[in-house]
């Protein structure tokens, strides 16, 4: 009888976040050079809320699009 975890399965996800969130880096990083100005300047020292909120779904839009990508 197997034990209630296996290893392999924990391994291949853990492969696959590390994977994921590089990917997730990069396009964040050429979201970040298409847009004009200093990105983390107009969020953090401007306190653009907007610029923040478009950051935040481009974000979660990539995450979405690769985890679809990465599951099959």
């Avoid at 964040?28 to 300047?41: A, L």
Wanted: charged share 10%; net charge negative; hydrophobic share 60%.
């Amino acid at each position: 009888m197997e034990g209630l975890i296996n290893v392999k399965y924990v391994a291949n996800a853990f492969v696959f976040a590390v994977f994921g969130l590089c990917v997730l880096g990069v396009a964040f990083k050429v979201f970040d050079r298409v847009t004009p100005g200093n990105f983390w300047k107009e969020i953090v020292e401007e306190h653009n809320t907007a610029l923040a909120i478009i950051a935040g779904a481009v974000v979660i839009a990539m995450g979405q699009i690769i985890g679809s990508a990465i599951h099959g």
